[in-house]
Each structure stands twice: as C-alpha cells, then as structure tokens.
C-alpha cells in the first residue's frame, strides 16, 4: 500500500485539505509529521493532534530530541560550540530548558537510562505518537535511540515530564 503524508502542516491547513480530498475523491493524508518534542508541544497538542487522532492519522514527529537539546549534551553556552548544530539550540537555554533537562536526568536515574532514551519513551508515551524521528551519527548513539524504544515510562515519570515541560 503506498500513502502520502503532510508534514509542518498548521491544524486548519490540514484540516482544509483532508475536508477536500474526501469531497473530490482525491487521496487523503495519511500521516502527519509536526515538530513536536518536551520543548516544542504546544502547537501539536493543542490542535494537531486532536484532528490527527480524530483522522486517524500517523504522527512522526521530526526533531524528537530537539536538535540535540534533550540528550543533556548542551547544558550552557559554553557547549553549543560541541557541534555545528549547537547554535540550533541556543533558544531553549532558560529557565525552561534547564527544567526540562532537570526532568530528563531525573527519570532516567529512576529508570537507569539516559536522557536521550527518556525523550524517546516520553514520545511513544504518547497514544497520538506513531515513531518520532531520530538520527545517530555513531553506533552509541544509535544504540541510545533503540533503547528509547524500549523504555516504558509510568504514569509518575510522564507527569514529571509533562510538569517540566508544560
């Protein structure tokens, strides 16, 4: 079966175009990929994701780690010079983000983990998710993203992330 997807689509955008291609016949979206992460929830959850379910559609989320950002790897301005892309994240270093990344070291000492994995868990925690999108540029940090896969969170350690991040 082949399908098409929308992705950085905004909620009346997609919900206009699902609305015509049932009116014409055309094909109808199947899956939705939005930037959403723990940094970045608000535009997805508050209108994305209730047309998304309500459409059945899947949802990969791009960015899941936010450019690097939930892997703890950047804690100060210092750090962004670790990598090309540390400038990417330099937004999120606030008062936010430092709760986040206190969230994420908090869970994933409760769950022996790393906080690469517990931003990947927390994203399949959520019923709307499908699979968020990760990359790795080295075996370690392929075998981080894989152990996200595996992490099932508790009620107690999803709310202790959603508090941080909302």
């Not at 009116?23 to 723990?38: A, D, E, K, R, T």
Request: aromatic content about 8%; overall charge positive.
């Amino acid at each position: 079966m082949r399908a098409i997807g929308a992705s950085n689509f905004a909620a009346d955008r997609l919900a206009e175009s699902l609305k015509a291609s049932r009116q014409h016949g055309w094909p109808v979206y199947q899956s939705l990929q939005p930037h959403y992460n723990l940094c970045e929830r608000a535009d997805y959850e508050q209108k994305l994701e209730p047309l998304s379910r309500e459409a059945g559609l899947g949802v990969i989320p791009y960015f899941s780690l936010a450019a690097g950002f939930l892997t703890g790897k950047y804690r100060s301005e210092a750090d962004l010079a670790k990598s090309p892309g540390g400038q990417g994240v330099k937004k999120y270093l606030n008062e936010r983000g430092f709760r986040i990344l206190a969230a994420l070291d908090q869970v994933a000492k409760q769950t022996a983990s790393t906080p690469t994995a517990v931003a990947l868990a927390w994203l399949l925690a959520r019923p709307s998710v499908t699979a968020p999108i990760a990359s790795a540029t080295s075996l370690a940090q392929l075998e981080t993203l894989i152990a996200g896969t595996r992490l099932r969170l508790d009620a107690a350690a999803v709310a202790t992330l959603d508090k941080a991040s909302g």
